[in-house]
């Protein structure tokens, strides 16, 4: 019981710790870095550009931090598309306990497969469950990776050290974009 409080409130603080940009400033250096890690994954591996065109829609999280030692948390902010427009932004909070130790960084990219798996995200009804993986990307990677549960996860750009790497236990939190309208509530 003690360990589920403590996830909880780490939980807590990596989503209180993030938040989405409230002002021009912060939602246009925000678009610049996810325009510029889209590039470089593009770059990297021209097959996962087939995600970004076949998808219902996808979240883009250019600066994920990630570090503990035997309780761990994550966490960062990025944007959300839909039909080739930015819908809104998110801000992902992860914790954990067990063999962790160290830190790293890295930029994760999430894929919907269809409306009812991105309604669910922005309906703040989405967690990347523990036995969820993540694609690293390498050359080619992009061709022979496919949706799990609805969604299609990648990382890039790991740097750091650390003896944990995840995503599973992930927690998302969605604001519209300004000028988008608010997902209709279930």
Do not use: H
């Not at 894929?111 to 798996?117: E, M, N, Q, R, V």
């Not at 992009?142 to 650390?162: D, E, I, K, T």
Request: hydrophobic share 45%; glycine share 14%.
């Amino acid at each position: 019981m003690r360990i589920k409080f403590l996830s909880a409130v780490l939980l807590a603080c990596c989503l209180g710790a993030c938040s989405t940009p409230k002002t021009a400033e912060q939602r246009k250096s925000l678009a610049d870095t996810v325009q510029t890690v889209i590039s470089d994954i593009k770059f990297q591996d021209p097959t996962i550009n087939k995600f970004f065109t076949d998808s219902y829609g996808y979240a883009v999280i250019p600066a994920v931090g990630k570090g503990g030692f035997i309780i761990s948390g994550a966490g960062g902010d990025g944007e959300v598309w839909k039909g080739g427009k930015l819908a809104g932004f998110c801000t992902m909070g992860q914790a954990s306990i067990g063999a962790t130790v160290g830190g790293q960084g890295f930029n994760e990219f999430i894929f919907f497969k269809d409306a009812a798996t991105y309604d669910s995200f922005v309906a703040g009804k989405f967690a990347l469950a523990a036995q969820t993986s993540a694609v690293i990307v390498s050359s080619g990677a992009g061709a022979a990776a496919g949706y799990q549960n609805g969604v299609a996860v990648f990382v890039n750009g790991l740097s750091g050290a650390m003896l944990e790497a995840s995503v599973g236990g992930q927690n998302f939190k969605f604001v519209p974009a300004p000028g988008v309208a608010a997902p209709a509530k279930k």
